[in-house]
């Protein structure tokens, strides 16, 4: 087995008791002492997070903005410095490259954040198709380390530690500024459904701005999280994982992401043949979120019956500490995915009740509806 | 790492407590608990389901996986921890008491001599 990949924070994770696990080949704390109460810990007050996984790319050059329209399905013309936008990055076919967030540092200066199973497959694409632009793509993810701080206390220790840091920020905005004497970029965006920012710092005084964080915090509820709750909360919260709700097959119009994905905009982009072709035809599977009414977990790769037929397979599955219940979601045939679900545990039959999510009320602040989730993993 | 004296463990981390009349009580580690995690689902066998020594009679689910339970011995189960269903999280914070999982009748005594002490479990239960 090869050597796993560390973050500036995995000694920091290891000697606060986190429950290391390969990820994606990095050494990540699934969880520190209880997924459900981390969970619960950033709906109530907030969750500190390691994100430094995942990868990000800079992308600069006269024709930047130009190139990204190209590659990405969001509309990147129409963003202002400042700003941070979802977007998806797909191929000719429409299948998903990666997800995605952009933001705009500077007129044709970008810095994307990306998952961290994706990072080099991302880079790759990203530099056979730069070929015609005048663009530079440069792997920076070893400069960064990426916090992200989450929950309805999220705010007030930031403010503790950094008076006026979010002063006149918006929500998928973002500013650089100086926290616990560390030049950072302090993004309003997350993957939890909550109030939040994701915080990005060069490696070296990573740790010494989380023990700040943590110290902050702590009288305020605040908990070191780890992955395990990261997932629990962005299911419940409806956002989309790369490898499950969208993937290499699974397409944004049957992810019903269609609203990342601006076929109107001036520019032409990879996939979009594909996709308003999908989407006028109607795809013929979609993703489906559930209910179960029950405490069992539907795990991903469960095949989803409608009857006595096979209807499709879930991509998501986990318990909800919000709704005291199994929760998931499927990749299902369009002309069942309307119909009575089931899934066959062990020889008994349970029923899936599909639900619109999120799952739960979001709080306002994350302001969910007008713009999307952060990326994921 | 807790592992009561006075209990007969498996390697699958299971503990038995032999009562009187040949009846006992069977649950997971705190080892095992430790390791699952959350755990969010108990399935409990109907009463009089019997089971020869090693037979799946249950599973316990958590966040993270889900772990089937094996008969330490041959077994008929006499009844299940009801207040598993409701609050499956006493596995994880009594895993020796509040948290077990059946109660059965030896069907064949003896075979507790086949099973673990403390000691011996303990030289599994290491990380």
Known sequence: MSELRTTPLTAFAIANGGRMVDFAGWNMPVQFESIVEEHKATRSAAGLFDVSHMGEARVEGLEATRFLDHVLT????????????YSLMCYENGGVVDDLLVYKLGEESYLLCLNAANTEKDLEWLNTKRSGFDVSVANVSDSYALLALQGPKAFPILESIAPGALDGLKYYHFREGELAGAQCIVSRTGYT????????????????????????????????A????RDSLRLEAGYSLYGH??????????????????????????????????KAAGPKKRIVFFKTGNRRIVRSGTLVLTGDREAGVVVSGTFSPELNEAIGSAWVDSDAAN????????????????????????????????????NST | MNIPENLKYT???????????????????????????DITFVEIPESGDSFDTGATFGVVESVKAASDLYMPVDA??????????DAPELVNQSAFETGWIVKIKLLNPEQLNGLLDAAGYAEIAKD
Not at chain 1, 201 to 224: F, H, I, N, Q
Not at chain 2, 19 to 30: M, Q, S, V
């Open chain 1, 245 to 278: 709700e969208i993937s290499e097959t699974i397409t944004p119009v049957q992810a019903n992401l269609m609203w990342t994905v601006k076929l109107g905009k001036a520019s032409d982009f990879i996939g979009k043949a594909a996709l308003a072709e999908e």
């Open chain 1, 226 to 229: 780890g992955l395990g709750s």
């Open chain 2, 76 to 85: 008929e189960v006499l009844e299940g921890n009801a207040a598993l269903e």
């Open chain 1, 339 to 374: 119909a009575q679900l089931s899934v066959d545990m062990r020889g008994k039959e349970l029923q899936l009740f599909s639900t619109k999510p999120p799952f739960i009320t979001l709080n306002p602040q994350s302001n969910h509806t007008t713009s999307g989730p952060s």
């Open chain 1, 74 to 85: 969001n509309d990147i013309s129409g963003m202002s410095i400042g700003q941070a936008l």
């Open chain 1, 193 to 224: 459904g909550e109030p939040g920012v994701e915080i990005f710092v060069s490696p070296e005084p990573a740790e010494s701005l989380a023990k700040t964080l943590v110290a902050a915090g702590t009288d305020l509820g605040l908990r070191l």
């Open chain 2, 11 to 37: 390697s699958d981390h299971e503990w038995l407590k032999l009562l009187d009349n040949d009846e006992a009580l069977i649950g997971i580690t705190d080892f095992a608990q430790n390791s699952l995690g």
